[in-house]
């Protein structure tokens, strides 16, 4: 866990994200129990209401799910959903303004290609 939170978002946004993140990152893999609404309270000196919310987000996008009596633990396709959902994001964010800005530069899509693979040729260096 994070050892702070940002004051210019939502706290169970943040748990939620950094939930999700975990999860991407392999730090939690399917079947593996999450921290409980306390511990995330605890830890961050939160009502456990804050924590709830970011994590039954999640429990509804089927990122994980509640074993009664024993916690809350990672499905088989959260990586796959989160990673889904992240390049869609990705998509939206970055990609169409990108596109957006190269027409309005006259930039063609080799051109804008050939940038991209420029960064990636610079950093092999």
């Known amino acids: 866990m994070k050892n702070k939170l940002n004051e210019n978002k939502p706290i169970y946004l943040q748990i939620k994200e950094q ?4 999860i991407i990152n392999d730090s ?6 999450v921290p409980s609404t306390n511990e995330f309270a605890a830890f961050y000196q939160i009502n ?3 924590a709830a919310k970011g994590i039954n987000e999640l429990v ?9 009596g024993v916690g809350m633990f990672v499905t088989d396709k959260a ?4 990673v889904s959902k992240r390049k869609e994001s990705f998509y939206e964010n970055f990609i ?14 080799n051109e804008l290609v050939e940038m991209v693979m420029r960064e990636e040729q610079g950093n092999e260096d």
């Open 19 to 22: 939930l999700e993140d975990s």
């Open 28 to 33: 939690l893999k399917p079947g593996e129990r």
């Open 48 to 50: 456990p209401a804050t």
């Open 60 to 68: 509804t996008e089927e990122i994980l799910y509640k074993r009664r």
């Open 79 to 82: 990586k796959d959903l989160l």
């Open 96 to 109: 169409k303004p990108l596109k957006v800005e190269a027409s309005n530069l006259s930039i063609r899509p």
